[in-house]
């Protein structure tokens, strides 16, 4: 079956430095992948969509100098969170398409939870 | 702007009654709505979705039906469950391989025995 591995599950970061996340396709080619964020007591926002061989296109209010994507094949994307400050806590979470496939085919991977002390 | 919105915010039913939750939206380029459920502290996972060219889709005790012309959805959960206590995201994407979901803001559901 198709699974998305995302790791780490929890992260703690002081203020001010930067983590890393990284999401994992298995069993399919992901050739899109969508980065959210969701922030405490609220909905998910889409921070990026990457897709292989296209630019990185990021929402308002979210930038490649403050959230930089890789996704350099069709199975790994990694995203970064720089100078995190309390703000930027929540679940990040990665969701990867197939390709090829409809919006019925995306996977999302079990999220990482910052925490920004 | 916020382009998928639901209601209401949140919901207490009696175990056995039917769940009503709605979700509207605007952008015309929405072809795919798929309805997530997240319990606290886990990720959303994929519930039901619809597309455009269906009214209704079931799948067991959820229901969605789908008014287009009003770019309208409700998700019925029949016979609700204590277990179904969580929160649920109405969502909306453009389709095909190079786009992402727009979600609602949520409604927290809360099943009482």
């Known amino acids: 079956g198709a699974l998305v591995y995302q790791y780490p599950r929890r992260t703690i970061c002081k203020s001010g430095t930067s983590m890393r996340m990284e999401c994992q396709a298995v069993?399919?080619?992901?050739?899109?992948v969508a980065w959210y964020r969701q922030s405490p007591q609220k909905t998910f926002e889409l921070i990026a969509l990457?897709?292989?061989?296209?630019?990185?296109?990021?929402e308002q209010n979210f930038t490649q100098e403050k959230f930089p994507i890789s996704h350099p094949n069709l199975s790994f994307s990694s995203m970064t969170v720089l100078n995190a400050y309390l703000e930027d806590r929540g679940l990040y979470l990665c969701?990867?398409?197939?390709?090829?496939?409809?919006?019925?085919?995306?996977?999302f991977g079990s999220g990482t939870r910052l925490t920004v002390l | 702007q916020q382009q998928v919105r639901q209601s209401p915010q949140s919901l207490t039913v009696w175990e056995g009654e039917t769940t009503i939750l709605n979700c509207s939206y605007e952008?015309?380029?929405?072809?795919?709505f798929p309805w997530y459920r997240q319990f606290p502290g886990k990720s959303p996972a994929l519930l039901i979705a619809?597309?455009?060219?269906?009214n209704k889709k079931e799948d067991g005790r959820f229901t969605i039906f789908f008014n287009k012309r009003e770019k309208k959805l409700s998700l019925h959960i029949t016979d609700s469950q204590p277990g179904d206590s969580a929160t649920y995201f109405c969502?909306?994407?453009?389709?095909?391989?190079?786009?992402?979901?727009?979600f609602g803001s949520g409604t927290k559901v809360i099943v009482l025995p």
């Open positions: 969701g990867a398409r197939d390709r090829g496939g409809g919006a019925e085919t995306l996977y």
């Open positions: 952008d015309s380029t929405f072809d795919y």
């Open positions: 069993g399919f080619q992901a050739t899109s």
């Open positions: 969502a909306a994407s453009e389709g095909g391989f190079a786009s992402a979901l727009t």
């Open positions: 990457s897709t292989v061989n296209s630019a990185i296109k990021y």
């Open positions: 619809i597309s455009l060219v269906s």
